[in-house]
């Protein structure tokens, strides 16, 4: 079935450093990918996506690329500031089948001052 | 803004109760959609709806049931709690069927615990 695989946190930075989250997926067929974002005591809220091979995501300064070839879509961020703390969820789409989506397990990151 | 709106952030039931979580979106959306958020397993879907009084079982339906007699109201009943279905559960909702907006948009969560 389809699924979506994501590096095991927590992940602890301090502030201004470097950030890559891992995401890999399994899919039947060609999905839409997604990063979904839950700061503390919220739902989620889509951070970013892609629908085709090749196509970058960005938003807030983070970016993540679709790699058809390796797929993949990993998480970055140049620079991480403490309002980045919250969990961080990679998730695909099939869209034949309506936008229902499947969520990796989730990356706990906490940002240090 | 689109807002989705559960009806309860927290609920503490007593084992064998017939719980309703309630979730209601005004953005006139078709898509609703129940999950259900685990440590370590992300959320994974209980069942969604494309349109009124229309459910589709998702990954893990067994125990729960739903309702949607309205187009912005989708109800989660669980027929008889039980300790296993303490969890965190989230409703959301889109319109990709009319705009193809692949976004979708979540409620804050309904942290259900049954002793």
């Known amino acids: 079935g389809d699924s979506v695989t994501q590096m095991e946190g927590p992940v602890t930075l301090s502030e201004e450093a470097c950030l890559t989250i891992?995401?890999?997926?399994?899919?039947?067929?060609?999905?839409?990918l997604f990063w979904y974002v839950q700061y503390p005591g919220e739902g989620l809220q889509l951070l970013l996506k892609?629908?085709?091979?090749?196509d970058k995501g960005s938003n807030k300064g983070f970016e993540a690329t679709y790699r058809k070839e390796t797929t993949s879509f990993h998480l970055e961020k140049g620079s991480v500031q403490v309002s980045d703390s919250a969990v961080y969820f990679c998730a695909l789409s099939l869209m034949e089948y309506g936008n229902k989506l499947v969520f990796g397990a989730g990356t706990i990151l906490r940002v240090k001052s | 803004d689109v807002k989705v709106t559960q009806s309860s952030r927290y609920l503490v039931k007593r084992t064998g109760e017939k719980v309703f979580l309630e979730c209601v979106q005004d953005?006139?959306?078709?898509?609703m959609f129940w999950y259900r958020q685990d440590p370590g397993l992300g959320l994974r879907l209980i069942y969604f709806s494309y349109d009124v009084k229309m459910k589709e079982k998702g990954d893990i339906p067994e125990g729960y049931s739903v309702s949607r007699e309205k187009k912005e109201r989708f109800s989660l009943i669980l027929e008889s709690a039980s300790t296993n279905q303490t969890s965190m559960y989230l409703c959301a909702s889109d319109n990709y069927l009319r705009t193809k907006n692949t976004e979708a948009f979540f409620g804050q969560g309904t942290r259900l615990t049954v002793v």
């Open positions: 953005m006139d959306h078709e898509n």
């Open positions: 892609a629908t085709k091979a090749d």
């Open positions: 891992n995401c890999t997926y399994t899919a039947t067929g060609y999905p839409s």
